[in-house]
């Protein structure tokens, strides 16, 4: 089971890390859509989302304070989901549709990303794992 959860990590972690870079490749095309969706300062927006999306790829890849990286998906997810996928409101049926599609991709992620908070720490393979000092218990006399 330790196995599955670190090939899980690994790929959670490379698909944020992936996301955050092309947030940085791509910052002026993106900027131009989240600034067509309503958001303020639309540049620093999508740095500032991609510098989340970073923090959480490092933190969940490595299993370093996987909570710190979990904080900054709820950052990340909560208020890209409601700006930039408001499905309810977009009136072309297929473009509702692909909205919807983004939008409850997006909580299903945020929702996965909460269910790291219920692993105990370390994690198994993990930075935090192999640099954390381990305690032992007196030997019975």
């Given at each position: 089971m330790q196995s599955a959860f670190l090939v899980g990590r690994i790929i959670i972690g490379a698909y944020y890390l992936f996301s955050?870079?092309?947030?940085?490749?791509?910052?002026?095309?993106?900027?131009?859509?989240?600034?067509?969706k309503g958001v303020p300062f639309p540049?620093?927006?999508?740095?500032?989302?991609?510098?989340?999306?970073g923090i959480a790829g490092v933190t969940?890849?490595?299993?370093?304070?996987?909570?710190?990286?979990?904080?900054?998906?709820v950052l990340f997810f909560v208020p890209v989901t409601l700006i930039m996928?408001?499905?309810?409101?977009?009136?072309?049926?297929?473009?509702?549709?692909?909205?919807?599609?983004?939008?409850?991709?997006?909580?299903?992620?945020?929702?996965?990303s909460l269910m790291f908070l219920a692993i105990p720490e370390p994690w198994p393979y993990s930075v935090e794992s192999r640099t954390r000092v381990r305690v032992r218990a007196p030997a019975p006399t």
């Amino acid at each position: 089971m330790q196995s599955a959860f670190l090939v899980g990590r690994i790929i959670i972690g490379a698909y944020y890390l992936f996301s955050a870079v092309n947030h940085f490749v791509g910052l002026e095309q993106t900027a131009g859509y989240a600034a067509s969706k309503g958001v303020p300062f639309p540049t620093l927006a999508v740095a500032v989302s991609g510098i989340l999306l970073g923090i959480a790829g490092v933190t969940l890849l490595l299993g370093w304070r996987p909570a710190l990286g979990v904080v900054a998906l709820v950052l990340f997810f909560v208020p890209v989901t409601l700006i930039m996928h408001p499905f309810w409101a977009v009136g072309d049926p297929a473009m509702r549709m692909t909205e919807m599609i983004n939008f409850t991709k997006n909580f299903a992620l945020l929702g996965s990303s909460l269910m790291f908070l219920a692993i105990p720490e370390p994690w198994p393979y993990s930075v935090e794992s192999r640099t954390r000092v381990r305690v032992r218990a007196p030997a019975p006399t």
